[in-house]
Nanobody
């Protein structure tokens, strides 16, 4: 059974850094993308960044380009999000996501980890 577990959230001051981790298990071979979404209070969930399992290509939302870096450790089935120069508007619950492409695409979600940027 596919399973995702996030860690690394917390409270940080504006301008600070955090590193989120997501451990994935139970996924069989196949094309998928793994990455991060976030949801702030009163807002819809939005995509932050993802990385392709096939070629390692990456995507970043415009709001985080140049500040966040996604990376993957295939041996550990883990994905990381290095977040620098954090802003108050980055405050949200961050969710790890695996999107499995195919005739019937499937999305898997972690339980989420809170990131709070505040002075």
């Amino acid at each position: 059974q596919p399973h995702l577990v996030e860690s690394g959230g917390g409270l940080v001051q504006p301008g600070g850094s955090l590193r989120l981790s997501c451990a994935a298990s139970g996924f069989t071979s196949g094309f998928y993308a793994i990455g991060w979404f976030r949801q702030a209070p009163g807002k819809e969930r939005e995509g932050v960044s993802c990385i392709s399992s096939s070629d390692g290509s990456t995507y970043y939302a415009d709001s985080v380009k140049g500040r966040f870096t996604i990376s993957r450790d295939s041996a550990k089935n883990a994905v990381y999000l290095e977040m620098n120069s954090l802003k108050t508007e980055d405050t949200a619950i961050y969710y790890c996501n695996v999107h499995v492409a195919g005739p019937v695409p499937v999305d898997y979600w972690g339980q989420g980890t809170q990131v709070t940027v505040s002075s």
